[in-house]
């Protein structure tokens, strides 16, 4: 946007250096404004915490540190570098020569790119019917690869497992822990016959030894275990 506007001026006719002065100076709050806007957009994303900020914290930094350090190029590096080298005669309507009909300058004349692009525009501009359904077959094309793409938050990591934790009454004896634990382990047996677990694992917790908790009667609480199948 520096650019442009600072080579609209020169093209007007005012001298390079204050081309590259007011130019930028018409553009810096415009420029800002966008800088700041796109920033408060993509940095709150990142500041969300958990998870998501987890995943999202590194994508807003980099969008603002890259859109911060954009806009101060833009405002130092861009009119210096355009006042090194752009030219009066750079800008169209100097030594304007006619070329097949079109009326350009002979800077861009002897620009090799130009001689590539404009045939390539002007084929493009004759063919539109063709070159719209290029267009249409290469997003058709892009779209049946996005589909065949495998789509997920977080991917599976490892072997599936299922952990399961059952906790009793407070004063439950280890005996009826243990009885308990046996009856899902009848049950996780039967899964695995079917072929739905392939191992479990059953760990019976303490909340302390004492005699008074191994025969029942004591207040402390027993958790019962862990089941875990895969």
């Given at each position: 946007m520096v650019l442009e506007n600072i080579y609209r001026r020169a093209h007007l006719g005012e001298d390079v250096r204050k081309a590259a002065l007011h130019g930028t100076r018409e553009v810096s709050i415009a420029i800002f404004a966008s800088t700041v806007t796109t920033v408060v957009v993509f940095l709150p994303i990142g500041?969300?915490?958990?998870?998501?900020?987890?995943?999202?914290?590194?994508?807003?930094?980099?969008v603002t540190y890259a859109l911060g350090a954009s806009f101060v190029v833009a405002i130092t590096a861009i009119p210096v570098l355009a006042r090194q080298f752009l030219h009066a005669h750079d800008a169209p309507g100097h030594e304007q020569v006619v070329e097949g009909g079109h009326i350009i300058s002979d800077v861009e004349k002897r620009r090799g790119l130009l001689r590539?692009?404009?045939?390539?525009?002007?084929?493009?501009?004759?063919?539109?019917?063709l070159v719209l359904a290029i267009a249409g077959v290469l997003f058709i094309a892009s779209m049946a690869l996005l589909a065949n793409r495998p789509r997920t938050f977080i991917p599976p990591i490892g072997e599936p497992q299922v952990t399961v934790d059952v906790s009793l009454p407070q004063g439950t004896g280890i005996i009826q822990?243990?009885?308990?634990?046996?009856?899902?382990?009848?049950?996780?047996?039967?899964?695995?016959?079917e072929g739905i677990v392939e191992t479990y694992q059953s760990v019976i917790g303490s909340g302390g030894a004492s005699l008074e908790a191994l025969v029942g009667g004591g207040g402390l609480t027993r958790r019962s275990r862990r089941s875990q199948s895969r």
């Open positions: 500041l969300t915490g958990g998870l998501i900020g987890a995943f999202f914290l590194p994508f807003g930094l980099a590539i692009y404009t045939p390539l525009l002007e084929w493009a501009l004759s063919h539109r019917a822990n243990n009885e308990m634990v046996r009856e899902m382990e009848t049950y996780f047996q039967t899964l695995k016959d």
